[in-house]
C-alpha cells in the first residue's frame, strides 16, 4: 500500500467513469491523515456503491453506506474534513456543473483545469476539500492512468509542510525576505514552480 492511490478497486477499469469519480473523491478525503487509511476507506466503499450513483443518495443513505467503510475515522458525520458532508455536496455539485464527470474538467492548460477542480463552474460554492494541493493529486493520477493527455513534465506536485519544510531547511528555495516563512501560503507558489521548472527542463 506505498501507493494506495494507484490502486483501481474491483470491478472498474481504468480510467472509466467510476474510476475517475474514485479518483476525485479519494483525493478529497486523503488529508491529515495516512493517506493509505483514506484509501482503505474508500475501496471499502466503492464495493457497496459506484461511485456514478452517489448524486442520487440522501444524507441517510449516503452515511449508512460510509460507517462500516470509514470506521477508521470515527464517525463520518462528525470526522475531521466531514467525510460524508464532502462526498454528499462535492458529488451534487459535480452532477450539476460537470454532467457527473471529472473528465469535463479538463481545459487546454493544467492552470486552468486546476482551477475547475477546485471552484467549478459556481466559485461562490467551491469543492469542499479540494484545494490546490489535491487538484494537484487528482491531476497526477488522472495523468497516470491515461485519462488527461498533459505531459507528466508540466503537471504540479502536491506542496504539503512535508516539502515546504525540507525545500527551506535544504536550502532548496530561497524565499524573499519580504515573505514571512510561516505564511505558507505566500511560500507555496514559489516552491511549486521551482520544482515544475525542475521537472520541465530535466525531464523528471
Known sequence: NLYPDAIIPEGMTKGDLNHRLFMYYSSSLDAARDSYIAYEAMLCFASKVKMRDLPELSKEELLELMREPFAQFGNPEKALGKPMETLYQNSRKMLIE??????????????????????????????????????????????????WPFSPYEIPIKIDRHIISISIGSG??????????????????????????????DKI
Open 98 to 147: 460537470y454532467a457527473n464527470d471529472p473528465n469535463n474538467m479538463l481545459e487546454g492548460t493544467p492552470e486552468k483545469t486546476i482551477d475547475n477542480m477546485m471552484f467549478g463552474e459556481n466559485p461562490k460554492h467551491k469543492f469542499k476539500e479540494v484545494g490546490r494541493g489535491k487538484a494537484a493529486l487528482i491531476m497526477k493520477n488522472f495523468v497516470r492512468f491515461g485519462v
Open 172 to 201: 532548496v528555495v530561497q524565499v524573499p525576505e519580504q515573505i514571512e516563512v510561516g505564511r505558507t501560503d505566500k511560500v507555496t507558489k514559489l516552491i511549486e514552480e521551482a520544482y515544475r521548472r525542475v521537472s520541465r527542463e
